[in-house]
C-alpha cells in the first residue's frame, strides 16, 4: 500500500516567495499526522497542492500513490477537507450542500442524501439541515466544513486549522470525532499552530518554518529534544555562583539571591549529582524545584526566524496564483476563487 500522502522536493513560488522549500514529507496509511507551524509557513499552501487548488512550482506529490496533477480526479476523491476559510455557497440549505458535494465526487443521489443525513448527524448539526449556512453560527459552519469534508467517505481527511478561534466544548467535540474516525481507519492530516491540539492528537507531528521542513517527530521525541531547568534554594545568598564547569552536565548557571538556576539536559537524572556537587563545595540547600521545558518552548525555538519580516514582505497581491483553469468546476464547487 502507497503512503497516504508523499511528497518529494514539493516546491512551490509565489513570484519571489518561496512558500514551499524542498518539503519531502511522507505520511502513511492510518496515521494521524500534524502539520505544525506559525503563521505563513506554508501548511495551507502544501494542502491547497494535494488538492489541486495550488499548482506546484517543483516536485512531486502523491496522494495514496496519485499523482496530484497527473491522476488529478482519484488523488482528489480519496481526501476530505476541511478548510481554513469559510467556502460553503451561502444560498443553498446545507443538507443541499452536502448532496452536492457528494454527487459531484459520484455519488448517486439517493445515497448521497443517506450520506449527508447521516455526517450531518455525526457532527452535530442535523436540526439546521434545512438552514442556509450564513444563518449558522461560527461553530456551527466548522461542523458543517467537517461534515462536507466527510459526505464522500475520504481515506484521508484534512483538516486545516479546524479550531482556530472556536470555544472550547467544540474543540473537544472536534478532538473526539477526529480521534474516533481515525481509530476507524481514516488517515488525517490536521494543521494547527496549537501545540496543545498537536500533542494530545496526533502519531506524529512535521515542524514547519518559512515553506521548510524543520523535524518530523512525535510529540514525545520533541520534548526529550529541551532542556529542563533546577531551581535551587539556597539557606543563604553566596556571594558568588559555584564553579560548575568540570561538571559537564551544566549548560548554564545563574545565581540571584539565594536561588540558583542550573540549566540541564535532564532534570531529573541530574539533580542528584547536583546536589552532591553543590554539597561538596560548601552550599547548603533548602530547596530544590525542576521545570521542564514546555513543548510550546520547543516549538517556539524550533520555529524561531533570522528575520521573517523580510521573507513576508516579498509577497504581493499581484503575484497570487490562479489554480488551472480545469480545475474550474472544483473550484466552484468547493467555492473558491
Ligand atoms: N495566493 C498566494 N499568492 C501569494 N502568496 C501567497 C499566496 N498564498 C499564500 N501565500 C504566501 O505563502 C506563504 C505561506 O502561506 P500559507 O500556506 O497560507 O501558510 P500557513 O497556512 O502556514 O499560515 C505566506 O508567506 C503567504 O503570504
Ligand atoms: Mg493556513
Redesign the pocket.
Known amino acids: 500500500m502507497p503512503p497516504a500522502i508523499e511528497t518529494v522536493d514539493l516546491v512551490k513560488e509565489?513570484?519571489d516567495?518561496r512558500?514551499l522549500q524542498e518539503l519531502s514529507l511522507t505520511v502513511e496509511e492510518g496515521e494521524f499526522f500534524g502539520l505544525l507551524?506559525?503563521?505563513?509557513?506554508?501548511?495551507?499552501?502544501?494542502i491547497?497542492t494535494l488538492v489541486g487548488l495550488?499548482r506546484k512550482t517543483g516536485g512531486e506529490a502523491r496522494v495514496f500513490g496519485y499523482d496530484v496533477e497527473d491522476d488529478y480526479r482519484q488523488a482528489r476523491d480519496a481526501i476530505g477537507l476541511a478548510p481554513?476559510e469559510f467556502n460553503v455557497d451561502r444560498f443553498f440549505p446545507i443538507r443541499e450542500v452536502l448532496i452536492h458535494k457528494a454527487g459531484y465526487h459520484g455519488i448517486p443521489e439517493a445515497e448521497a442524501a443517506e450520506r449527508a443525513d447521516e455526517v450531518l448527524k455525526r457532527v452535530g448539526i442535523y436540526d439546521k439541515r434545512d438552514e442556509r449556512f450564513d444563518w449558522l453560527s461560527g461553530g456551527m459552519k466548522r461542523r458543517l466544513l467537517l461534515a462536507r469534508a466527510l459526505v464522500t467517505d475520504p481515506d484521508l481527511l484534512i483538516l486545516?486549522?479546524p479550531t482556530a478561534g472556536v470555544d472550547v466544548q467544540l474543540r473537544h467535540d472536534l478532538w473526539e470525532l477526529v480521534t474516533e474516525l481515525n481509530e476507524e481507519g481514516t488517515t488525517v492530516l490536521l494543521?494547527t499552530h496549537y501545540i496543545e491540539e498537536a500533542e494530545r492528537l496526533c502519531d506524529r507531528v512535521a515542524i514547519?518554518n518559512e515553506?521548510r521542513k524543520v523535524t518530523v517527530a512525535t510529540p514525545d521525541e520533541l520534548k526529550t529534544r529541551g532542556t529542563d531547568t533546577i531551581a535551587v534554594r539556597l539557606e543563604s545568598s553566596p556571594s558568588a555562583a559555584p564553579d560548575l564547569e568540570a561538571a559537564d552536565y551544566a549548560h548554564e548557571t545563574t545565581l540571584a539571591g539565594d536561588r540558583l538556576e542550573v540549566r540541564v539536559d535532564d532534570g531529573g537524572s541530574t539533580a542528584p549529582q547536583l546536589l552532591n556537587d553543590l554539597e561538596a563545595k560548601g552550599y547548603e540547600v533548602a530547596d530544590l524545584e525542576i521545570s521542564r521545558t514546555s513543548l510550546e518552548e520547543i516549538f517556539v525555538d524550533l520555529t524561531r526566524s533570522e528575520d521573517r519580516t523580510v521573507?513576508?514582505s516579498s509577497?504581493?497581491?499581484d503575484?497570487?496564483?490562479a489554480p488551472a483553469d480545469d480545475r474550474e468546476t472544483e473550484r466552484e464547487q468547493e467555492g473558491i476563487v
Do not use: H, I
Not at 37 to 46: D, E, I, L, S
Open positions: 509565489y513570484g516567495l512558500a507551524g506559525p503563521n505563513g509557513a506554508g501548511k495551507t499552501t502544501f491547497n495550488v481554513q486545516d486549522e494543521t514547519m515553506g521573507t513576508r509577497a504581493s497581491n503575484e497570487r496564483v
